[in-house]
């Protein structure tokens, strides 16, 4: 009797509700509460990375083998990247510069508006750019390669300490270089105007030259060197925060790699913007 009451149940009061469609709403606060935590946890990451650099860069062995391997790789193996960047750059803005300038008659202002532009803003942000793609990526692929691989495990087995072995010498070569490669940009870039401005658009080398030392100070080329070593530190900091803690694998390292080279760029353009205003303050 029994058993023929527990056959004879309705079967659907025990199957579970429906499940309920996602809400597009409540997704999309999720998601940019995800994104959100994960800018704050960034931050933090590469405060602390910052802190640590600092301490480890100053306290013995220096590692200078390392230190100039990493500053040939960063900044010899972009000079010529960064040259060539720098000349078709100051080459196109002057020939737009110049199309520009001819509708109202001002054509001898076209040094001192390109030299002017590359100084402060192109060569900086143009050559940070250059060693992110470049070298940035290189360093956090090879950090991020070294973690999964357990490399950096076993230099911490051995009482290598891997912040000063492996980071230190990374972030102080892009803190070191790019300011350097800013100088490089700053002549080819120039020189691309020139060009451009002389030859090809009409404009007399003796107009060029004196209204680009007339308008030119030696703070315009300081602030664009200010700008490369704040850029170059960010950068460095970036790619080995994000190889050092990559996980996952190869498709750890992959995208650790796009990471960086994402906040990296992105960082770039609002530090320039915020180091121009502290410097012009």
Known sequence: ????????????????PPKRPPNPFVQAIEALGGTLTK???????????LVDVLRWA???????????AQLDFVGVGSVLIVAL?????????AHQSARAFEMFNAKSLVGPTVTLTITRELAPVFSA????????????????????????DALETMAVNPVQYLLVPRVLAGLIMVPLLVM?????????????SVAVKGVTAGTFISRTQQWLDP???????????????????????KGY????????????????????????FVLDYFVGVILHS
């Open 129 to 152: 750019l250059m060693v992110t793609m470049r070298a940035g990526s290189a360093m956090c692929t090879e950090l991020g390669t070294m973690r999964v691989s357990e490399q950096i």
């Open 245 to 268: 803690n990559a996980s996952g694998g190869a498709k750890g390292v992959g995208q650790a790699t796009t990471e960086a080279m994402v906040l990296s760029a992105l960082g770039i």
């Open 184 to 196: 490089v940009f700053d002549l080819m870039g120039v020189g691309g105007g020139y060009f451009v």
């Open 85 to 93: 960047t720098g000349i078709f750059s100051g080459m196109v803005f």
């Open 1 to 16: 009797m029994v058993f023929w009451r527990l056959m004879s149940t309705d079967t659907t009061q025990l199957q579970p």
């Open 58 to 68: 100053v306290r013995p062995p220096f590692r200078i083998a390392n230190l100039m």
């Open 39 to 49: 800018t704050v946890e960034d931050i933090g990451g590469l405060a602390t990375l």
């Open 219 to 241: 703070e315009d080329i300081a602030e664009g060197i200010i700008k490369g070593a704040v850029f170059g530190l960010y950068v460095g900091l970036v790619a080995c925060f």
